[in-house]
């Protein structure tokens, strides 16, 4: 028998598909209220008020959404949603009374927030070890590349066509994601070698619930997502109103941050799983160059370059350090999250985990504009402490996680010799050198439950 490394089956699907669902994506959300004033004819304070309600209610999918997928599994349940999302972008150029509008907003809204939480279970299901950080890197840095292509298709639809060009974008939108569930179909889940654990029925979202070191990651989580926010609502603000920047600065740090996370996302990923590190740590590295970012901010925000030359350069080497923080945590705190999650309810956790995405997107218009309003320096200083903060807790709760969730190991299947494996079958992992066993793997009274103990009656 010789051995090689799991090769996902199909493993090319879901990283070209979240490039075409990005290329979707990407063709309005930055310019939201703009596309939809177009193409329903609607004023821009209805278009405002109808998004921000139907967001928020579009949470209210992601129990069901959860429940779902342990129940049917990751890739049906992303079949509706792509059906959901095709149905609603065609609709919407038709939907141009409020109700019409408000209906079909509410029920794409829903599939749009439980998207997350089925993809990243769905990576769950066809990877193991290593392969999910190789997956998830590829499919985050793909889905960059996806949304600058979109933005850059619909800006040119628009400049051609006027405004009729909203109404094609909204079509070719609900195509990409036609076309993307179409090309996950070769995905195949990895059949566990494990016996499945047995669960009380009804545990569901109770598991989760009691799952103390689960609900620190989410918690986590939940900190860093506010500094994934800065992004697109802090650094426009800060730049304009606070450094008296040019408006076109703005649009180069969403174009630097987007090349390079689709340019350098696998490459950065690469680095750090051959350095062996735990996916606790390498997301905690990266809340720290996020702090270094938002510091750098501040100096920023207390020289206040005049001139634009040395102010763009300035913002550049933070963009970019910022950007470094994001590849370095993004994979690392997703696989983590997927990993902790007991294979049985992985749906429901994700779906746990994915609301502390949703609630920073909610809560950081208003919070930063509050302290931006009482300093310009003031909303990186509170980032700097939530960066802190959830580094601090994801090195506390490293040692009562399951030692395979925080170090990836090489996932090996048996081959005899002139014969390949069956398809999906997984053997026991290997520890690569870098996956000595840690603490996380010897009983201490602080240890987490284990899979079956978490599971079971």
Same mark, same amino acid.
């Given at each position: ?11 090319? !699907? ?35 008020? +109808? ?19 342990? *129940? ?9 949603? #792509? ?16 109700? !019409? ?126 500094? #994934? ?29 987007? +090349? ?12 750090? *799983? ?47 350090? #910022? ?135």
């Amino acid at each position: 028998m010789r051995k090689k490394h799991e090769r996902v089956a199909g493993q090319w !699907a879901l990283p070209v598909a979240a490039a075409v669902n990005g290329i979707g994506t990407g063709m309005y959300v930055p310019f939201t209220l703009v596309f939809f004033h177009y193409v329903t004819g609607l004023s821009f304070a209805v278009v405002g008020a +109808v998004l921000t309600v139907t967001g928020l209610a579009g949470l209210g999918a992601l129990p069901a959404a959860g429940a779902a997928i342990d *129940r049917y599994g990751a890739k049906r349940v992303l079949y509706v949603l #792509y059906g959901v999302r095709v149905v609603g972008f065609a609709l919407y150029p038709f939907a141009q009374s409020l109700s !019409a509008f408000a209906a079909v907003a509410l029920v794409t809204a829903a599939a749009d927030r439980a998207f997350p939480a089925v993809n990243q279970s769905l990576i769950g299901e066809v990877a193991r070890g290593e392969g999910r950080d190789r997956l998830q890197a590829a499919t985050r840095a793909l889905q960059n590349g996806g949304n600058g292509a979109g933005a850059l298709l619909a800006t040119l639809v628009i400049a051609l066509a006027g405004p009729a060009g909203y109404t094609y974008a909204a079509w070719g939108n609900a195509l990409s994601f036609a076309l993307a569930a179409l090309l996950v179909r070769p995905l195949k889940p990895v059949r566990s070698t494990e016996p499945a654990p047995a669960r009380r029925p009804g545990a569901g979202y109770r598991l989760v619930l009691t799952d103390r070191p689960f609900l620190v990651l989410t918690g986590a989580n939940f900190l860093n997502a506010l500094s #994934y926010s800065a992004l697109s609502v802090l650094f426009p603000l800060f730049i304009v109103q606070s450094l008296n920047g040019p408006a076109v600065l703005t649009g180069s740090a969403f174009t630097v941050n987007t +090349v390079l996370c689709a340019a350098a996302g696998v490459y950065v990923g690469s680095r750090v *799983r051959r350095a062996g590190a735990r996916r606790t740590r390498a997301a905690g590295l990266g809340g720290a160059l996020f702090a270094a970012a938002f510091a750098a901010n501040i100096v920023l925000g207390t020289l206040r370059p005049q001139n634009d030359t040395v102010l763009g350069t300035a913002l550049l080497v933070v963009v970019v350090l #910022y950007t470094l923080g994001e590849l370095i945590h993004s994979p690392a705190a997703e696989v983590l999250a997927v990993s902790a999650a007991p294979e049985a309810v992985r749906g429901r956790y994700m779906a746990a985990y994915q609301m502390s995405w949703s609630l920073a997107k909610a809560v950081a218009p208003s919070l930063f504009t509050t302290l931006l309003a009482l300093d310009g320096r003031a909303p990186w200083a509170v980032l700097i402490v939530t960066s802190a903060i959830a580094a601090t807790l994801l090195i506390r709760v490293e040692r009562r996680l399951p030692a395979e969730a925080v170090r990836p190991v090489a996932v090996t299947v048996a081959v005899a010799r002139g014969a390949e494996p069956a398809e999906g079958h997984v053997e026991a992992a290997e520890p690569t050198e870098a996956a000595e066993p840690t603490k996380a793997a010897e009983p201490t009274k602080a240890a987490g439950p284990t899979e079956p103990a978490r599971l079971a009656a």
